[in-house]
């Protein structure tokens, strides 16, 4: 590390053990008693919020506010991938609003960003990302059938999204929603993104979706638009762009959400480690028996090649950019590895824990439906496979791959 992310690290790491994981209990406690229908934050949230500040544990994936760089910024997630319920929202570090806000960053007007990016960056408001729709395979977003037509000074939108992460929390605000505004363009210029107030006529949150049946507290709405006026002036960029803002926008989301599925896996590998020292079986305890210790193993390794292949992504976006074609197989590298192993990893700790890794005494089965859910948000594995092998196909023979196949041909 850097001497300012290891400082950023040793700052951290201290927070988490300091208030973090105390406030874990406190959390739950709460939801448990609201009931799986309040999306209420629960206050010990505002309270460490407020304790991060303090410490100048804020808005650190975004290099214009911390001067930190992906890389700098990937063990920093990582740690908080450990109370993924807590830690990154209370450094003001969680999807979507970090998606949301380097969106606003870079396509954002001023008075864009004067009403919108400076209240999240503060921690006043949340917001969503409105992309998925369940008519459609979204996963190729020229599928995408809401439409967002020009008529006069404004824009009129009708349609259906779901899946829609954060709009059941009392405290969102804003949406950017993608929709058609040319459907004779072509494919890549048909769509456009708009910020739409969840206040205005016409959207309607039909319902809160469960996650293996559990119900986040933030919710992943279904959401109608009937109507919808907003002004002209609400667009992002200019019409035609969504394409290349939503790539702006998930290229970075997905390497957090890789960074964050790493730590959630050192978790589940640090209990699976307590419990086979503790739990006795056959006459001895369960670090002594074969299997075990291999399952231990093997999560060690994939989780420390899953970290090396994060951190080669984020260097690379580092310096090539976001968009360059190294960082995009990158990313779509590690999106189509980190989930998997958070699974396998997770898995095995559920295993050695019996009946206890599938309730909620332990954090386990919830670790495992929210990663086996990230197997599908932001592209779903088979896409960024198709990416990753494209890539390889299209790689261009060097000297010494062409040499060594002159022998075999």
């Known amino acids: 590390m850097s001497a300012k992310g290891q400082d950023y690290y040793e700052r951290?790491?201290?927070?988490?053990?300091?208030?973090?994981?105390?406030?874990?209990?406190?959390?739950?406690?709460?939801?448990?008693?609201?009931?799986?229908?309040?999306?209420?934050?629960?206050?010990?949230?505002?309270?460490?919020?407020?304790?991060?500040?303090?410490?100048?544990?804020?808005?650190?994936?975004?290099?214009?506010?911390s001067g930190l760089s992906n890389l700098e910024y990937a063990p920093l997630a990582e740690?908080?991938?450990?109370?993924?319920?807590?830690?990154?929202?209370?450094?003001?570090?969680?999807?979507?609003?970090?998606?949301?806000?380097?969106?606003?960053?870079?396509?954002?007007?001023?008075?864009q960003r004067k009403q919108w990016l400076e209240p999240l960056l503060a921690g006043e408001i949340r917001s969503a990302f409105a992309m998925t729709e369940p008519a459609v395979a979204s996963s190729d977003a020229r599928n995408i059938e809401t439409t967002m037509l020009r008529d006069g000074d404004d824009y009129v939108i009708n349609g259906r999204k779901w899946w829609i992460t954060g709009v059941a929390d009392p405290r969102c605000k804003i949406l950017i929603v993608m929709g058609r505004t040319n459907p004779d363009a072509a494919s890549h210029q048909q769509q456009s993104m708009i910020l739409v107030p969840v206040d205005t006529p016409g959207v309607t949150v039909e319902r809160s979706l469960p996650v293996f049946g559990w119900q986040d507290q933030h919710g992943h709405c279904e959401i109608t638009f009937d109507g919808v006026r907003v002004p002209v002036a609400n667009l992002l960029s200019e019409e035609g762009s969504g394409f290349?803002?939503?790539?702006?926008?998930?290229?970075?989301?997905?390497?957090?959400?890789?960074?964050?599925?790493?730590?959630?896996?050192?978790?589940?590998?640090?209990?699976?480690?307590?419990?086979?020292?503790?739990?006795?079986?056959?006459?001895?305890?369960?670090?002594?028996?074969?299997?075990?210790?291999?399952?231990?193993?093997?999560?060690?390794?994939?989780?420390?090649?899953?970290?090396?292949?994060?951190?080669?992504?984020?260097?690379?976006?580092?310096?090539?950019?976001?968009?360059?074609?190294?960082?995009?197989?990158?990313?779509?590298?590690?999106?189509?590895?980190a989930p998997q192993m958070a699974c396998d990893v997770i898995d095995r700790a559920i295993q050695v824990h019996g009946g206890m890794g599938v309730c909620d005494d332990v954090p386990l089965a919830r670790l495992y439906g929210w990663h086996r859910a990230m197997r599908l948000f932001d592209g779903p594995d088979e896409v960024h496979m198709r990416t990753i092998a494209r890539a390889e196909l299209g790689r261009e023979k060097g000297p010494f791959a062409l040499a060594a196949m002159q022998g075999i041909n």
């Open 12 to 65: 951290l790491t201290d927070f988490m053990t300091e208030f973090v994981f105390p406030a874990e209990r406190d959390y739950e406690e709460y939801r448990a008693k609201a009931g799986p229908d309040d999306h209420t934050v629960p206050p010990i949230v505002e309270d460490l919020k407020k304790a991060a500040k303090e410490r100048g544990l804020w808005n650190l994936f975004l290099p214009a506010e």
């Open 79 to 111: 740690l908080t991938g450990w109370s993924m319920e807590i830690a990154p929202e209370v450094i003001n570090c969680a999807a979507p609003d970090t998606g949301n806000m380097e969106t606003l960053h870079l396509f954002g007007t001023e008075e």
């Open 244 to 337: 290349a803002i939503a790539q702006a926008r998930l290229g970075p989301g997905r390497i957090h959400h890789c960074m964050r599925a790493i730590g959630a896996a050192e978790r589940a590998l640090a209990l699976m480690v307590d419990r086979v020292q503790k739990r006795i079986a056959f006459g001895k305890p369960l670090a002594e028996q074969g299997v075990v210790r291999e399952a231990i193993a093997k999560s060690r390794n994939e989780i420390d090649q899953t970290r090396l292949l994060c951190h080669k992504a984020a260097w690379t976006i580092d310096q090539h950019g976001n968009k360059s074609r190294e960082a995009q197989t990158l990313v779509a590298q590690i999106k189509a590895v």
